[in-house]
């Protein structure tokens, strides 16, 4: 992608109505801007409007075979984008993604808390794990691979799911230590709020 279209990408993202309108199609895989009209409380016009600025970046697309006239009814598309550098960004296409940013942390802090408060064990749904090791540059990226295609692996498309299946929100973070800061071995792990550690904590 461009700078431009990611600018653009970013924003739209970042705009609250079309993030509700993302949401609403992962939950229930399809709508029309009527139903996201009644379902978001803005009106018809509105929705469609920001349906077709969401199917221009391809984040969903119509569904040919329930739309007909001027009723289009929408589904949201597999979506996978890796932010670049922050250095590497013209002062527009920080601005947003920096924006985006601010956004998907007050969601993710808040989801953080959710896994805790729903913590029911190491066999029950919400799963909480903080683990600390030593690893390379490479080593990281490598492991990141992995991760994604454990993902890739285990999951489903939701037209695929089996039954039993739920949605699940999964996040990862790796962040080094600073090469200032004289640290113990990172060690051990703690699985879920109320786990024991197994070896030295690191970090909150």
Do not use: C
């Amino acid at each position: 992608m461009t700078s431009l279209e990611r600018t653009a990408l970013y924003k739209s993202l970042g705009n609250p109505l079309r993030r509700r309108i993302l949401e609403y199609l992962g939950r229930h895989a399809e709508a029309n801007s009527t139903v996201l009209a009644r379902e978001l409380g803005e009106s018809s016009g509105t929705t469609s409007y920001h349906l077709r600025k969401l199917a221009e970046q391809r984040l969903i697309e119509e569904i040919p075979e329930k739309s007909g006239g001027r009723e289009r009814w929408w589904r949201a598309l597999p979506f996978r984008h890796t932010t670049p550098d922050p250095a590497t960004m013209p002062p527009e296409e920080y601005a947003a993604a920096a924006q985006l940013a601010h956004l998907k942390i007050e969601f993710d802090t808040a989801l953080y808390r959710r896994a805790h408060e729903e913590y029911r064990g190491p066999a029950g749904w919400a799963q909480v794990q903080r683990h600390g090791t030593w690893l390379t540059r490479e080593e990281l990226l490598g492991f990141m691979r992995e991760y994604q295609a454990l993902l890739d692996r285990y999951g489903h498309p939701r037209e695929e799911a089996p039954e039993g299946a739920r949605p699940v929100l999964m996040r990862f973070y790796a962040v080094p230590e600073p090469a200032s800061h004289a640290v113990p071995e990172p060690v051990g792990e703690s699985n879920g709020p109320v786990g024991e550690w197994n070896g030295e904590p690191t970090g909150p």
